[in-house]
């Protein structure tokens, strides 16, 4: 299949025997740069996609066609597996099926399904959880969603900051019964957390929005981290830089003394302009 080998190198960073960072992705540009400077891996946030597709928050608004079409995008810019953020799947365990099988096809290394309760229900204003019996039919319907058997399928929860790292831990445990690939947790805070969480359970664990406290790589990896995310600092920078750059031209600025843009070899490579040129001279047959 096409996007095999990306799936394989994700589930090789899986089995390895240290931890990653992934890079920060979220359109053709930025895959293409986090390709070039080495990342191993990119993640597809659901922020970061909420962000560059509607331009809204992350309060679930973001669909699963537009999820899987920007990602569809990354996949013929890079190859550079990614990791997607497919929130709870967009709906009950059918939807789980049918999110995994329009982000396999669009090229995805692999993606998590969560059991955050969302949208987020009338009435409250915490954040809730489903049942873990509900969350345990997402881990299944998304394993029955896959027809490359090489899709890495993440269980995700974010009971450690909502409810308790015990009830973190039964949960994780119960989707690692379903035979998931992975176990991703949100809102793990001390080490003290993650050693009771990596010694209650068996499979690859993610880390997505650690603290400052698990940041030593070594330790991480003792405690079975494969990933463990950065945040998604990229796509605030360049929001920064477009900022800058818009609010100095209409304040008058001329174009040639704007300062910060991309030198025009830095554009050319992104843009892959070599092999464009390549292509053009073979198959238009430009006039010399």
Known sequence: MAFRSRREKLRS?????????????????????????????????GSVASLAVLGD???????????????????????????V?????????????????????????????????LPAAFGETKTQ?????????KMKAALGGRSDPSLVIMGRTGA???????????RAKAYEATGVDALFFTGIKSRAELEAVASATRLPIVLGGASEELNALHHLTSQRVRIALQGHAPIAAATQAVYETQKALREGMAPK?????????????VMRESDVKTRSADLL???K
């Open 13 to 45: 960073i899986l089995s390895g025997g240290t931890c990653v960072h992934p890079g920060s992705v979220y359109d053709a540009i930025s895959i293409r740069i986090a390709e070039d400077l080495g990342f191993p891996l990119g993640m597809f946030g």
């Open 160 to 170: 450690a900051a909502i409810t308790s790292i015990d009830d973190a831990i039964r």
């Open 129 to 137: 959880l489903i049942s873990v019996e509900e969350g345990i039919g």
């Open 257 to 269: 003394s704007l300062e910060g843009l991309a030198s025009s070899e830095l554009m050319a490579r």
């Open 85 to 117: 953020d497919a929130d709870h799947g967009y709906g009950n365990a059918l939807n789980v099926r049918r999110t995994v099988q329009e982000l396999e096809t669009a090229g995805a290394a692999g993606l998590t399904i969560e059991d955050t309760l």
């Open 285 to 287: 047959g430009p006039k």
């Open 57 to 83: 928050p992350d309060v679930t608004l973001i669909t699963l066609t537009e999820l899987a079409e920007q990602m569809r995008r990354m996949s013929r810019a890079s190859a550079l597996p990614v990791l």
